[in-house]
């Protein structure tokens, strides 16, 4: 068990497609209002406490033109987020390729991930555990790993998801 100093510091990198609900998922965590959610242009960066952590998280935008881009973020991070909308079943394939190549990713290699099968409150939604299959997650063997199914919108299973976060943090040697 950890021995909680006050207010660890974390860094969480949020990251998946555009449209998948990241801002929203963040803006839920922080408490702020959700009704006016813009794309992401460059990146989002909130502090939000838990479990006796301060986790920073850092949202960068989806869009095809900055995923490139992703990998500057790389450096330090302690868990990764993947968020999926999980109603969006013609873009499951270009979900899976992103998460397949950040996986590869010396940086973020043993990085504990967690999912976020977001949009679980539309009636397309994708069960998570039929997501987890899509994605391939079981073949992940080289970190903790973890899918939770969640609407930002409702905030139903945000909670759950970081609480997992939290309980798998992993302090890297910096």
Not at 91 to 110: F, G, I, N
Not at 147 to 161: F, H, I, R
Request: net charge negative.
């Amino acid at each position: 068990m950890l021995k909680q100093s006050p207010e660890q510091e974390v860094r969480l990198l949020l990251l998946g497609l555009d449209n998948a609900g990241k801002t929203t998922l963040l803006k839920q965590l922080a408490a702020e209002d959700i009704s006016h959610i813009t794309p992401t242009q460059g990146f989002n960066i909130k502090s939000v406490q838990s479990s006796g952590f301060k986790l920073n998280v850092w949202d960068i935008g989806g869009q095809r033109k900055i995923r490139p881009y992703w990998r500057n973020y790389f450096e330090n991070t302690d868990v990764l987020i993947y968020v999926i909308d999980s109603s969006d079943k013609k873009r499951l394939e270009e979900t899976s390729l992103e998460l397949a190549e950040l996986l590869e990713e010396e940086k973020l290699a043993a990085v504990p991930l967690l999912i976020f099968a977001n949009k679980q409150d539309l009636m397309t939604a994708t069960p998570a555990s039929e997501l987890a299959e899509c994605l391939n997650l079981h073949t992940i063997r080289d970190r903790m790993w973890q899918v939770q199914a969640c609407s930002a919108l409702t905030a139903e299973g945000v909670q759950d998801g970081m609480t997992w976060v939290c309980r798998n943090i992993s302090f890297r040697k910096k």
